[in-house]
């Protein structure tokens, strides 16, 4: 038997669709439910919902201290700075150096419109945006 670190569910790139105002949380409970069921803990910083099969634009964030969840969210501005983190996926089996802006400006259906200026909380989004729009860390990575 081998060992994987990926979910076991198909990733959904492609028709990923918004929800409808106010039809989400069944997704949100699914997505803690997987998160509690996998024990995600100290594993993971967020959880979309095409990487558990289902083909929404939901996710789950989980930092330390700080849980929240992102429905039909949209980038809106990006800073000019950026780092070059290292980034693992739940989804994929290899981790790939990317190219994340510092910080972000987002909207979405549950917190509305705000400036994300925590490096770690900008790119968390950045990863779970990215998911629910079917790009992953293999089509950010940095090429030569
Ligand atoms: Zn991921």
Not at 26 to 36: K, V
Not at 117 to 135: C, P, S, Y
Request: net charge positive; aromatic share 6%; hydrophobic share 40%.
């Amino acid at each position: 038997m081998t060992e994987s670190r990926t979910l076991p569910f198909d990733l959904f790139l492609s028709d990923i669709k918004e929800v409808e105002v106010g039809r989400y949380q069944e997704i949100i409970t699914a997505l803690e439910e997987t998160w509690a069921d996998l024990k995600l803990d100290g594993k993971a910083l967020g959880l979309a919902a095409p990487q558990i099969g289902l083909p929404f634009k939901v996710a789950i964030i989980r930092l330390p201290g700080k849980s929240y969840a992102i429905v039909n969210p949209r980038i809106l501005r990006r800073s000019n700075s950026y780092i070059v983190p290292q980034e693992a996926c739940l989804s994929l089996e290899q981790a790939y150096a990317t190219r994340r802006y510092r910080r972000i400006r987002i909207i979405d259906e549950i917190d509305g419109e705000r400036t994300i200026r925590d490096q770690r909380e900008a790119l968390v989004l950045q990863h779970e945006v990215d998911h629910l729009n079917g790009i992953t860390i293999y089509d950010r990575r940095r090429r030569r």
